[in-house]
């Protein structure tokens, strides 16, 4: 494709951003469809390691996620695109009532994949609009491309963000920003114009380790390195079996994701509550109480979570955190919800009723 001059194509990026705010994106920024040989290169050690655990996906699509181009080879720029999700006060203030199981915060409302797609598809339809008239005026009249994605596809998106001049990766691995903190959900539009690249944030994580000392299993090999097999997130949700028992007590009660490494950044001081309605939490999954969630058949259950990502782990591997939460609760009241289940038709379900009750069963009179 026949692109415009460099003042036109700056300009199209100067629209472009303005859009992306008015559409209610938080932050964005563009980069080429290419990653640096560092991405690939730490992406590799990840899988060799074995630190992506059941993520079979991680492995099966490499290529793609560490080649924008493989994935599509008429990209020429991405644009990385942030939506703040920042919480309303402590996070982690939950995690203080033992007999409330806490969510990660980015599932305390509806899924975000629903808006953030929305929202990107809107702006793809203006970059095509705009694109297209931007290049009929240089004589190309074929309209740009674009495609769309949010993180369900093999897209590299901290690292894309991080060079679109988002942010950069913290030691925790995932994205900071001068501006949000470490809460943004991402997404990207790969396009076939050729936009000016953003230049870098600026920002670092200098000596602070925060986040490495704050997460509870020890995910953290060293800086910049996790190992998902230890990551509750992973565990509570990306695991389908028994949670290991060795790394049932620190899970604490986590009932879906964590964000302890997450909340403890200190950049996080300069971002503001999100401005979205749909990313408010819902009042009943702020802080729900274990002897609720633990009675929850299939049908409430998914009554319960319609429209939230937690639907898609299903009753069982929900209950059996739950359940894990429980056992780590101290809360005697709870033996007999757990006792309850320890002939759960789920062999992994019945397993972790055991061990609850085995757990409140020790404790002191």
């Known amino acids: 494709m026949t692109q415009a001059p460099a003042p036109a194509l700056q300009n199209l990026a100067d629209n472009i951003r303005n859009k992306a705010l008015a559409l209610g994106f938080d932050a964005i920024g563009f980069c080429p469809a290419h990653l640096g040989p560092e991405v690939r290169a730490r992406l590799a050690d990840f899988l060799a390691k074995g630190y992506h655990g059941e993520m079979g996906w991680l492995a099966e699509r490499s290529a793609q996620r560490t080649h924008p181009q493989a994935l599509w080879p008429e990209a020429q720029s991405v644009i990385a695109l942030g939506v703040s999700y920042a919480p309303e006060g402590d996070a982690l203030a939950t995690l203080k009532r033992p007999e409330c199981g806490n969510i990660s915060v980015y599932a305390r409302h509806r899924d975000y994949h629903d808006l953030i797609k929305g929202m990107l598809k809107h702006l793809a339809q203006y970059v095509v609009k705009e694109g297209q008239a931007a290049l009929a005026k240089h004589g190309n009249a074929a309209p740009p491309q674009v495609k769309v994605f949010v993180d369900t596809a093999p897209v590299a998106e901290k690292p894309l963000a991080a060079q ?202």
Do not use: M
Not at 209 to 223: E, G, I, N, S, Y
Not at 245 to 256: E, F, K, N, Q
Not at 354 to 362: D, F, G, M, Q, R
């Open 164 to 365: 679109a001049g988002l942010g950069w990766q913290g030691k925790h691995t995932n994205l900071v920003s001068r501006t949000h903190g470490s809460w943004l959900f991402l997404g990207e539009i790969y396009t076939t114009l050729a936009l000016p690249t953003t230049p870098p944030s600026g920002g670092q994580c200098g000596s602070c380790t925060r986040c490495l000392t704050a997460c509870p299993t020890q995910a953290f090999p060293a800086p910049y390195t996790l190992n998902a097999q230890r990551c509750i997130s992973y565990l509570t949700i990306e695991h389908a079996g028994p949670i290991p028992h060795d790394l049932r007590p620190a899970i604490g009660t986590h009932i879906y994701g964590c964000d302890d490494c997450l909340a403890v950044c200190p950049w996080n001081r300069f971002a503001k509550t999100s401005r979205h309605a749909k990313l408010q939490p819902r009042p009943d999954l702020l802080a729900p109480e274990l002897a609720h969630l633990v009675q929850l058949d299939d049908t409430a259950f998914r009554q319960l979570f319609s429209g939230s990502p937690i639907k898609r782990i299903g009753r069982n591997r929900f209950i059996r955190n739950v359940l894990t939460a429980i056992g780590n609760s101290g809360k005697k009241d709870l033996l007999a919800y757990a006792a309850a289940l320890r002939q759960d038709p789920d062999p992994i379900v019945a397993e972790a009723a055991t061990w609850a009750v085995t757990c409140l069963e020790s404790l002191p009179p």
